[in-house]
């Protein structure tokens, strides 16, 4: 999961290189989440017009958890 974001991420900033995705450990509710990490530059080409890429991001993120009967949360930090 976490290289799926961050390839995803990759693709869509001018820096690839400041991109970096870190994982918390599982809480209680039994939520693994993400946190995305990008330039300051960069921050509104991840987040997009009305946080419409943000929200394709997530919706991969949990497309993907679902098959692997998991749930995640992905934050944009």
Same mark, same amino acid.
């Given at each position: &999961? *976490?290289?799926? /974001?961050? #390839?995803?991420?990759?693709? /869509? +900033?001018?820096?690839?290189?400041? +991109?970096? #995705?870190?994982?918390?450990?599982?809480?209680?509710?039994?939520?693994?989440?993400?946190?995305?990490?990008?330039?300051?530059?960069? &921050? =509104? %080409?991840?987040? =997009?017009?009305? =946080?419409?890429?943000? *929200?394709?991001?997530?919706?991969?993120?949990?497309?993907?958890?679902? %098959?692997?009967?998991? *749930?995640? &949360?992905?934050?944009?930090?």
């Amino acid at each position: &999961m *976490k290289d799926l /974001l961050k #390839v995803i991420a990759q693709g /869509l +900033v001018e820096n690839p290189d400041a +991109v970096s #995705v870190t994982e918390d450990e599982v809480n209680e509710e039994g939520i693994i989440v993400y946190h995305l990490h990008v330039a300051q530059e960069d &921050m =509104g %080409r991840v987040i =997009g017009k009305q =946080g419409r890429i943000a *929200k394709s991001i997530r919706t991969i993120a949990r497309s993907v958890a679902i %098959r692997n009967n998991t *749930k995640v &949360m992905v934050e944009i930090d």
